[in-house]
Every structure is written in C-alpha cells, then in structure tokens.
C-alpha cells in the first residue's frame, strides 16, 4: 500500500469514528486538509480561509485567527480519536507545525517527559489537588476501620435525621465537589506561562466560545484539561466519608461541573465546597432558602433580616489575626424522596468547620434540636479562622427551607422576621429555628 493509499484508508477510519464531531466546519477543514495532502500540496493559511470557511480574497490572516483556532481544534479531536479508538494505530495522522496538511507518522509509545521545569509549573496545581484528596481519602479508610469497631462513634451520628436519610436506603449517593475551570496563557512560543481562573470560563466550551468571539486570542489561551479542588474539600472529605463507608458502593464521586441535572431528582446528593463551586445547585437551593448569594460569593444576604455576612478571608489582615468566614449547611428532600445535602461555605475555614459540625455528635446534636423536627432546613455558622485553619465554628441560626419553591418553581414568597443570630455574632440575637409565616409576596 502506498503512503497516499494509507493516508486515505486512515483518513475513512478517523471519519467513521465519529471523532471529529458535529461541528461541520471541522469536519470541511479535514476533508480539505485529506484533498490537499492526497495531492501532495499544502496551502497557505488565505487558501484554507477561502476554500473552507468561505472568507474573501481580503480576508486578514494577520488580524484574524479564525484557520489557527479550528487547526488547534482539529489536532485536539486527533489526540482524543488516538487516546479512543485509534489507541492501537500503529502511525498517526498529524499536522506538522507551521502547515496545513496531513502527515502519517509513528506512533510514539511513551512521549518523552517535558523538561522539569515546565512540567512542575504546568501540572503542579492538579498534583496538589490529587495528593490531598488521596490523603483524605487514605484517612478516611483508616476511619474506617476504627469505627467498624463495637464501640462505633459514629453510630450516633449515622442515626440523626441528616445522616439516616441518606444511609437508610439503597440509593445511588453522589459526592459532588466543587470545581473550577483554570486554561493555560502561552507565550510566543505557545510554552504555558500561566494558570488562569475566570469566572465568566467555566469549562473547555466556555473557552471555545470565548476564542470564537476573539479569534485574535486564539494563540493566547490553550485548554489544558485541567481544574482545582480548594484545599478545603480534602480536609471536609476525611470528615464525611468514614460516615459513608458501609454504603460505599453506592458511592460516586463527581464534579459539579459535570453534574448531571437527572441526578438530583432520583439520587441522594452531597455537596462539598465553596458557595461559588455550586453550579446548578446554587440556583435550587437558594430559590427556597432566607439567604441570597452576594455578588462576589463571598458574602451571604439574610433576605428576611437584612443583614449581610461577609468573609473576611480575603481582606489583607487576615493573615494577622483572626477573621470571620461564614459556613453554610442545608439539607431537603428531592421530588422521589432523595436528600440533599449542603456542606458549603463562603472559603476554606468555613468549609472545614461545616464538615466537622455536620459530622461529629457534639455538634450535630445541637443543629438537629435547633430544626425541630424539621427535614427540610438550613444553617449558618460563624467561623473564626486564622492562615485558613478553622480555629472555632459557632452556630448563628437555622431555619426551614421551602422544597416547593425548589423543586416546583412556585413564586418568590415574603418570610416573617425570624429569630435573630446568638449574642456576640454579628447582628446579635439568639440562634434557633426560623418558624416563619410563609406566604405570597
């Protein structure tokens, strides 16, 4: 078989596949790219503009990125059809750098490591993420051991209302962390030089269309696969997964930027991490609570109060002295008779401190009684916090959560004034269920 007989043989293996998508403009672009590599040609950056994205002969290849954007793309669905199915091919289709045509070459069994240097600067926030979520988890098997003793000292804490919902049946539980989408920023020589977090990119498709709009940052930002864990999640996991062990195989651990809306209506759901790692889970849970999230989601706003509860995690003393975070728990039944579970917080102390309230009799006994009986509530807790250790957590109020407003849509409805905050924290007062007169506003 000659090379072009090959090249074109792989070229209908790739297609079948159905590796390149459903985008017609990537699928235009190999076709033509198979054509003029068949042909023995390769043509310049104008000709692709033209030929596969119906530009005119005007068209600015200096001043729009849009060939460079969709050749970055095609390459990324050639890595991903030879990670799948063409795992075992023993050569590959490229695209050489600096081109715009197809080569056939050797598939490389074990890709040389990159230098030390940039492998550390680029991998070692996934690293950190993984090795302490390991070490949670690792302690979390050690817990486990200890509690399958007689004297488990988890019992009491498994049999509260907030737990035994969870564990009393055979539900599938989703553990959902919150996560973050962070890209890469190159250089002129496409080396990544930085991590980036924005807000408004919240996943590869948020980038794409992000590049789309400004094709002449095409070059700027790369999709590295990658995101973050804060540190928090790790330290809230050893709390909360000796209390799943015996319903460990019914446990899944997934992101909650990959959640999957399905879920929630049929399977129990606990979600661990910041207030603005929530994704879909944040427009639920407020739609039936007191709070409303600040715009900086570090702040929580007590509809019914007025009042506002700022972190001050990020406030240039904190390093200094001791300063506030707020922590949030919430659990309420799902339209099947599922549960879901909040533990959240506005940063990492708040988080921590939630986990270990939620998880340990001591503390959990006092927000139980402060419910009242009620399946469906919420609870804020002051948490004092000094170099992201939690040095003390205490309960400010609960109150009870509307599923109906949740699950059905039902209008914003206007809640009474309820029992204020414990003397000493911020607002005053004192802390216990918010018993109020709910009706239409």
Partial sequence: MTDTDSLHAHAERIRSSGALGRSRLIRRLFDFLVACSLAGRAPKEIEVAIDVFDKDAAFDVSQD???????????RKLEEYYAGPGVAEPVRLAIPKGAYRFALEPAIAAPPRPAARTAVRRWLPLAL???????????????????ARPDDPLASVRESPVWSRVLADDRTIFLVLGDYYIFGETDRSMEVRRLV???????????????????????????????????SAAFALRDVMPLLARANRRVR??????????????????????????????DLVFAGSR????????????R??????????????????????????????????????????TRDVAVMNTAQAVTHAASLAPLVASAGGASSFEALYDVYGLDRMNLDGKLLLTSALNPARIWTGEPALHAAPAAPAEPGAPGGGKSGLARADIREH
């Fill in 197 to 231: 977090r924005d807000f408004s990119v919240n996943s590869p498709k948020d980038l794409e269309q992000y590049l789309h709009r400004h094709p002449e940052e095409a070059d700027r930002y790369l999709d590295l696969q990658l995101g973050y864990l804060p540190t």
């Fill in 291 to 302: 709070f409303g999230v600040g715009e900086s989601y570090d702040e929580l706003v007590d």
């Fill in 129 to 147: 993420a993984a090795s302490l979520l390991a070490n949670a988890l690792g302690i979390a098997l050690v817990l486990h051991g200890r509690a």
């Fill in 253 to 282: 651990v997934v992101l909650a930027s990959d959640l999957n809306p399905a879920v929630l209506t049929s399977a129990h759901v606990i979600y661990i991490g910041y207030l603005s790692g929530m994704g879909m889970l944040s």
């Fill in 65 to 75: 990125a849009m060939v460079r954007v969709y050749v970055h793309k095609l390459r």
């Fill in 304 to 345: 019914v109060s007025g009042r506002h509860y700022v972190s001050q995690a990020t406030l240039p003393f904190r390093s200094e002295s001791k300063y506030h975070d707020y922590g949030y728990f919430a659990t309420f039944s799902g339209p099947s008779g599922n549960q879901i579970v909040i533990i959240s917080g």
